[in-house]
């Protein structure tokens, strides 16, 4: 929002017209000693090539231009932002990312084409965040090992650069999925918000780690935490490529993508929580927006407003295009002044 504090300095608007009707009645004339030779009683000078009058047009508009930002600056405009401050917690929402190769899979609809499976969680994730203000968010990577990249936290900024900073097979090959579960689990069961869930992102089945994705989802009914479950990807053969973390291989290819969602379902249903199948885009910010809704908690806040004043800005933008409209009479129409 933008607001005056000294509305009343565009009553210097009304300057330009009166001063074009002096000119008209000839009161004001313009003050000029043309170079020229001309018979009594001829006509006063005027530019005749276009690059002339081009400039000539240039130079009133710069002039002009830099009258308004003056008058604007004068105003002392000030943007106005309001800021919701919540005092009290919100939803302790934790993401547990597959970060495997296959999710290297480009097989996810977009707008402007193909985008591999951990791009589209990370960019739905992130457009969730940013959208979604008041709750916690925080991100565990998974693959054939876990880890807490970032515990749940109010500061947005932080947690957008902790999914930037994830790729494809840097925690293994393999699919623990009861480690990553139990990993998110560790870090919501001691929190004191009000609502906690667990967003599973995967495209596979459990292949690794030495916890049962079923005892996770108990462990996590046990504690009060809602489990969402997302398997990602679409079935058959889908071209897919990524740089092995240890040995810097290239891997370019099919993958044949093909996973039984029974289990994916059967634990989300253990901790009170949905399944959803992601195919695209559309249907990942979809999922991710009902989620949001369902694990919505009621907060107390207030507004505050933080303010930039623009009148250096207008005042330095007059400055520059009275400038510009000097230097094209002085160096392009060779005007004395």
Not at 59 to 75: D, E, K, P, R, W
Request: charged share 15%.
């Amino acid at each position: 929002m933008i607001q005056f504090e000294y509305p009343q300095a565009f009553f210097f608007l009304f300057v330009l017209p009166l001063f074009i009707v002096l000119r008209k009645l000839g009161i004001f004339s313009k003050i000029s000693f043309p170079l020229t030779i001309s018979d009594w009683g001829g006509k006063s000078f005027v530019y005749s090539d276009a690059f002339s009058k081009i400039s000539s047009f240039f130079a009133h508009l710069f002039a002009l231009a830099g009258f308004l930002s003056l008058v604007i600056a004068l105003s002392n405009p000030i943007i106005r932002h309001q800021e919701k401050i919540y005092t009290s917690r919100g939803t302790d929402i934790l993401f547990v990312l597959d970060t495997s190769p296959s999710m290297a899979a480009r097989d996810i609809s977009l707008a402007n084409g193909q985008v591999t499976r951990l791009e589209a969680a990370k960019l739905g994730i992130k457009t969730l965040a940013s959208s979604e203000r008041g709750a916690n968010y925080g991100l565990v990577a998974m693959a054939s090992e876990a880890a807490c990249i970032a515990p749940p936290t109010s500061d947005i900024e932080l947690f957008l650069k902790s999914i930037d900073s994830l790729s494809v097979g840097e925690f293994g090959e393999g699919t623990a999925l009861g480690i990553g579960l139990s990993t998110a689990i560790y870090h919501l069961s001691s929190s004191s918000a009000p609502k906690k869930c667990i967003v599973l992102i995967t495209d596979g089945e459990n292949n690794a780690g030495s916890l049962h994705p079923e005892t996770a989802a108990s462990l996590a009914k046990e504690n009060g935490i809602s489990l969402y479950t997302f398997g990602i990807g679409t079935k058959g053969s889908v071209p897919i490529e990524y740089v092995d973390k240890k040995s810097g291989k290239i891997h370019s290819g099919f993958y044949e993508s093909d996973f039984d969602t029974t289990p994916l379902e059967t634990i989300a249903s253990i901790a009170g929580g949905s399944y959803f199948g992601i195919e695209s885009m559309q249907a990942l910010s979809a999922s991710l927006s009902e989620i949001a809704q369902r694990e919505d908690s009621v907060q107390t806040f207030h507004y505050r407003s933080n303010d930039t004043n623009c009148y250096r800005n207008f005042l330095l933008l007059s400055g520059l295009l009275f400038l510009l409209s000097w230097l094209i009479r002085r160096i392009f129409l060779s005007e004395v002044l």
